[in-house]
């Protein structure tokens, strides 16, 4: 199935935030999985017993996270005969069933009027956060609805939600901080009655005199007669994920020795309400981007690479190819299927399979110039 509302959405929620990397390779280990305690309402998590029968899945096993350096950051339980990390998708498994990441958005908001002074100078705008569900009304909606799809059911992820504080609670912190993690699904179905499933990660910081926020999410792209069992796995596999204790204290030694740096010369520039403000937003950043590279890192690139990728993405989807005109430097869209466009200052293309065509030899188009084009991978 290619779902047109998941793709306006991976693309509207592409931002600076986001920390990933691609490329990265992973391995499935081979023990068997814990049980996966029993879910509530519409979204029940099965024993991993009963996904193990599952068919046409296979056996559920443990699945390795790895770094770039090869280093195993986490696990989750899957079917044997599913992967992760395949391309473009975080997690994939038989019959054309695919799981996107979209990349972290953060956010934050104070009633300090030289705070929210400072931050509208940096070009940044306060947001504040009310409720997750309040969220995917304003963000998620709206861009489904473009693509004629719509909100069918949502409810609470509490085990998705305590499997993301869990790992927050790993992580090395400045000082005490008061946090808040909410979880939940969101099923939808596109404009041809496709079913598919977001599932929404948030959390909220209190840092004192501000909230830091932030949320990501997972969707699943699923063939009608794959939807319910895979988003029982899915679902399933974000509620057990399991962080290596290991990889997580060299994480947090490493940034320990940052911070210990970063305050030493912090202290030399910094005087009276700067010092302050400057040292909350570090601490913001930092955090947030502790959890989005720790999570994300394995299997995305950074900032622009993270655009490519969306990008590529929606091409796939939409049976499309990104161009540029070498002429003014512009991008445009084309349908795939030849290997050589030429396109004219009016954004019109000419496809090719002749490597030896030129539209300005063509007697019926040489009326105007024509520019070949790069195609973007």
């Not at 305690?37 to 390795?64: I, S």
């Not at 696990?75 to 799981?99: Q, T």
């Not at 908001?109 to 304003?138: C, E, W």
């Not at 939600?161 to 946090?179: C, E, H, I």
Request: proline fraction near 6%; hydrophobic fraction near 35%; charged fraction near 20%.
């Amino acid at each position: 199935m290619k779902s047109s509302a998941i793709c306006l959405l991976a693309l509207s929620l592409v931002t600076a935030a986001c920390d990933p990397k691609t490329d990265k390779k992973t391995v499935s280990g081979q023990s068997a999985a814990p049980d996966a305690p029993q879910g509530a309402g519409g979204g029940d998590l099965e024993p991993a017993q009963a996904l193990a029968r599952a068919a046409p899945d296979g056996k559920l096993v443990t699945h390795k996270l790895l770094d770039d350096k090869y280093l195993e950051m986490a696990s989750l339980p899957l079917p044997d005969n599913w992967i992760v990390n395949h391309g473009k998708a975080f997690m994939s498994g038989p019959g054309n069933v695919h799981v996107y990441m979209f990349p972290l958005k953060t956010f934050m908001h104070s009633n300090d009027a030289m705070m929210q002074q400072l931050y509208a100078q940096s070009g940044n705008t306060m947001r504040p956060f009310t409720s997750i569900d309040k969220v995917i009304q304003q963000d998620l909606v709206p861009v489904a609805k473009k693509e004629g799809a719509k909100l069918v059911k949502q409810y609470d992820a509490p085990q998705i939600a305590a499997s993301d504080k869990s790992f927050s609670d790993l992580l090395y912190k400045v000082g005490p901080m008061r946090q808040v993690f909410h979880a939940q699904v969101t099923e939808w179905t596109d404009k041809k009655g496709n079913p598919y499933m977001i599932v929404v990660h948030l959390n909220a910081t209190d840092l004192g005199n501000m909230v830091s926020w932030s949320y990501s999410c997972h969707a699943l792209d699923a063939p009608k007669e794959r939807y319910e069992q895979s988003k029982k796995i899915v679902l399933n596999a974000l509620a057990n994920i399991r962080y290596s204790a290991q990889y997580v204290q060299a994480y947090n030694q490493n940034e320990m020795a940052k911070e210990r740096t970063s305050w030493a010369a912090h202290n030399q520039r910094m005087q009276a309400n700067k010092e302050a403000f400057e040292a909350q937003q570090r601490a913001f950043r930092e955090k947030n981007d502790a959890i989005n590279s720790a999570i994300a890192s394995s299997y995305a690139e950074r900032d622009a690479a993270s655009d490519r990728t969306h990008n590529r993405f929606l091409n796939y989807i939409k049976d499309e190819n990104t161009v540029r005109n070498p002429a003014d430097g512009k991008r445009h869209q084309v349908q795939t299927g030849a290997p050589q466009y030429w396109m004219n200052g009016n954004g019109q293309y000419v496809p090719s399979n002749n490597p030896n065509y030129d539209p300005n030899r063509d007697p019926a188009l040489n009326h105007q110039p024509w520019t070949e084009t790069e195609i973007e991978e």
